[in-house]
């Protein structure tokens, strides 16, 4: 597991490299990429996983955004996405651009998911992506040891998401010490299992209400 981890985050670092090629090509200096990883579940009684998201963040000169694109070329595993991760996405959108004051007209966002699975749908990974839009945004970087597993609100909240021990797993094998989640995760009945979990991984659980909150344990920064 801890090779195929490895070999998984070296495909990451190539196909970041691709995207910064395209992105010169595109819009030049003025984009940003940023990686951020999303914890997800494959199916009833089956192992979780942890999917790469790499955002790419444009400034054009149309003013008719915010506009998002999703690149689905299927390369050597699953980066398709269902219709739930799509509008997941989009309110993470609409959260990021309320949360920094921007109507985001000359946004263009481009997002492709990486994941060991066919196709990627829910919206747990959308937490993670408001992140990872804010820190494109913004310029900053994401804590190497630190995931998400939480739907956003297009008003900046966090909710919670199922799933949440088999996550931990999967974040534990792929050696991230922290997760973050939706402070209203401890009313779900998995609760107890999870804390359960996290303890014998080693791995700290933090709370979080807000985007705000979430982006500073993800990055160390505030919004």
């Known amino acids: 597991m801890e090779k195929l981890t490895v070999l998984l985050k070296t495909f990451l670092l190539l196909i970041v490299a691709t995207f910064l090629s ?42 008719d955004g915010p506009t998002v694109q999703f690149s689905e070329i299927n390369l050597g595993g699953g980066s ?19 949360a920094v004051g921007d109507d985001g007209r000359d946004w263009l966002i ?37 995931a998400l597993s939480g739907q956003i609100t297009p008003d900046g909240r966090l909710d919670v998401v199922g799933g949440l021990p088999v996550k931990i797993e999967a974040a534990s094998s792929a050696h991230y010490r922290t997760i973050v989640v939706a402070r209203d995760q401890m009313l779900t009945p998995d609760w107890m299992l ?24 993800m990055t160390g920064k505030s919004r």
């Open 194 to 217: 999870s804390n359960e979990v996290a303890s014998r991984r080693r791995i700290q659980l933090i709370q979080a209400e807000t985007l705000e909150e979430a982006y500073q344990a």
């Open 110 to 146: 481009t997002i492709k998911n990486r994941s060991m699975t066919a196709l990627t749908d829910g919206m747990s990974a959308s937490a993670a992506v408001a992140v990872g839009i804010m820190a494109a945004y913004k310029g900053d970087a994401i804590g190497s040891d630190v």
């Open 80 to 98: 398709l996405v269902g219709d739930e991760w799509k509008e997941g996405v989009r309110r993470a959108v609409r959260a990021v651009a309320q």
């Open 22 to 63: 395209a992105t010169v090509a595109h819009a030049g200096s003025a984009s940003r990429v940023v990686s951020v990883p999303a914890l997800g579940v494959q199916g009833e009684g089956l192992p979780g996983v942890v999917n790469y998201i790499l955002i790419q963040f444009d400034r054009t000169a149309a003013q």
